[in-house]
C-alpha cells in the first residue's frame, strides 16, 4: 500500500493538467487505465481554441487560458466562422458573444471570406457572412499531455498506466484505492475520468451527477493536388452544420458537429456520421470527397447544465470531482488546473480566474443541488 496526497484517476488532459499543478504540493499518482495517457477524448480531439462557445462560463475560461496555451502545445492559427443561409442572426449572435473576450474580431461578406477559404460557395445556395478571428489557437493536444506529464515528473509525481481503478473505500482518514498491481492510501481522490466519472462515483459510494457521454465524429480527407490548406482557417458555421481544419498542406479534417448519447466506452465512428460529415462539406463547398484518410469517434462529456464542475463532493470527504469538460476541455484545461489546484488543496483563487470573474461557486457541485 503506497501513501500519497493525491491521486487523480484518468490520465486525459483534465487529470494530467491538474495533477501536474497538485504535485507540487503533495505526492500525486495518476492511475490510467489505458496503456498510454490521451487514449479516449482528449486523443481525439480538433485541438482547436476559439471563443465560438455558449456558455459564458466557458469563453469566461477560455479567455483565462489562452495566455497559458503556449508554444508547442498551442500556435496562433486564424478561426473563421461562416454564416450559412438562414443563419444571420447565428452570426450576430456569436459575434456578439465574441466581442467580449476577442475585441479584434472581424465581420467579413461572403467574398471576403472566400478569399480565405477558396472553396466556400457563396450565392443563393452558399454562404451569407462570416467572422474572423486572426488569433484562434491551433492545440496539439499529445504536446499539451507531454508537457503536463513533464512538469508531474519534475514535482516527484508519476502516471501508473494499465491501472484501472477497481475498488475504492474511505478508512476514515484516507481513500483506499485498489488497482490491478497496486493499492494507494490517498489523502484525496481526483475524479478526472472523463466519460467514466459517475462509474468512478459509484465505485467509491458516491452519488452520481447525471454526466451523459455524447458520440462526436471526426473525419479527414486529402485535397486536390496543388491546393495549400494549411494556411486555411479553422471553419465552423455559426449554427448546425459543421467544421473543417487544416491538417498539413493537403489534408482537411471535417466534423458534423453530431452529438449522440452514449455510454461510456472506447467511441467507434458509425457510417452515418462519417457520411454526414462528408455531405454537409460538399453542401457548402467546391469538395467532393471521394476517400477518407481517417475517421473516428470520441466522446464529449457534459454535466446537466453543460458546464464543467471541479470541487469536492460535499457528501464524501476527500473526493473532488473534476469532470464535464465537453467540447471544450482542452482549451479551457489551464484555466480548470489552476481552479482544481485551488480548491483540492485550499489555496486562494486564482488571479487568473478572479481577472476574468470566474468563481469557484460557478463550478462547485452544488450548483445541482
Ligand atoms: C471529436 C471531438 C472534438 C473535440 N474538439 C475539441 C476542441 O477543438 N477543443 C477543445 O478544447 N476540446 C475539444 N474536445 C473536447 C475535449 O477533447 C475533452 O473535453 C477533453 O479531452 C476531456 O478530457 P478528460 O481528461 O476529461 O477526458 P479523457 O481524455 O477521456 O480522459 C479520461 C481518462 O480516464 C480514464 N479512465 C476511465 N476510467 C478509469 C478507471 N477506472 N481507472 C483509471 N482510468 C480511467 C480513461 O481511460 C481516460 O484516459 C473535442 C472532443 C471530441 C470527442
Known amino acids: 500500500m503506497e501513501e500519497i496526497e493525491f491521486l487523480v484517476v484518468g490520465a486525459g488532459i483534465a487529470g494530467l493538467s491538474a495533477a501536474a499543478r497538485l504535485a507540487r504540493h503533495g505526492r500525486t499518482v495518476v492511475c490510467e487505465a489505458e496503456e498510454a495517457p490521451g487514449v479516449h477524448a482528449s486523443g481525439r480531439s480538433a485541438a482547436f481554441a476559439h471563443f465560438d462557445m455558449d456558455a459564458p462560463l466557458v469563453r469566461a475560461l477560455t479567455a483565462a487560458s489562452m495566455p497559458l496555451l503556449e508554444e508547442p502545445a498551442a500556435r496562433r492559427h486564424p478561426a473563421l466562422f461562416i454564416a450559412l443561409a438562414g443563419q444571420d442572426e447565428a452570426l450576430d449572435r456569436v459575434e456578439a458573444a ?79 484505492v485498489d488497482t490491478p498491481g497496486q493499492s494507494y492510501a490517498a489523502r484525496v481522490v481526483v475524479n478526472a475520468a472523463g466519460a467514466w466519472v459517475d462509474e468512478i462515483a459509484q465505485l467509491a459510494g458516491v452519488a452520481p451527477i447525471g454526466i451523459r457521454p455524447l458520440r462526436r465524429t471526426v473525419i479527414t480527407f486529402d485535397v486536390p493536388e496543388g491546393i495549400d490548406v494549411s494556411v486555411w482557417p479553422f471553419t ?105 489546484e485551488a480548491l483540492a488543496t485550499g489555496g486562494a483563487w486564482p488571479d487568473e480566474l478572479r481577472a476574468v470573474e470566474v468563481k469557484a461557486t460557478q463550478l462547485a457541485l452544488s450548483r445541482f443541488g
Not at 135 to 147: M, P, T, V
Open 98 to 176: 465574441y466581442r467580449q473576450w476577442a475585441p479584434w474580431v472581424e465581420r467579413l461578406d461572403a467574398d471576403a471570406a472566400r478569399t480565405l477559404v477558396p472553396v466556400l460557395k457563396t450565392g443563393a445556395e452558399g454562404i451569407i457572412g462570416a467572422l474572423l478571428d486572426r488569433d484562434g489557437r491551433k492545440l496539439d493536444a499529445h504536446a499539451l499531455l507531454e508537457q503536463h506529464r513533464h512538469a508531474l515528473g519534475a514535482a516527484g509525481g508519476s502516471i501508473a498506466t494499465r491501472s484501472p481503478v477497481t475498488t475504492m473505500r474511505h478508512d476514515g482518514t484516507h481513500w483506499i
Open 236 to 340: 465552423k458555421t455559426v449554427g448546425p452544420g459543421f467544421y473543417i481544419e487544416p491538417e498539413g498542406r493537403g489534408r482537411l479534417l471535417a466534423c458534423p458537429m453530431d452529438e449522440h448519447p452514449s455510454k461510456p466506452c472506447d467511441a467507434q465512428p458509425e457510417e452515418e456520421d462519417v457520411a454526414l460529415a462528408a455531405w454537409r462539406v460538399e453542401e457548402a463547398t467546391t469538395l467532393e470527397i471521394r476517400h477518407l484518410a481517417s475517421k473516428w469517434a470520441g466522446l464529449r462529456s457534459f454535466a446537466p447544465d453543460r458546464l464543467p464542475v471541479a470541487g469536492f463532493d460535499p457528501a464524501a470527504p476527500g473526493f473532488f470531482w473534476l469532470a464535464g469538460q465537453g467540447g471544450f476541455g482542452l482549451q479551457t484545461s489551464p484555466a480548470m488546473a489552476l481552479a482544481a
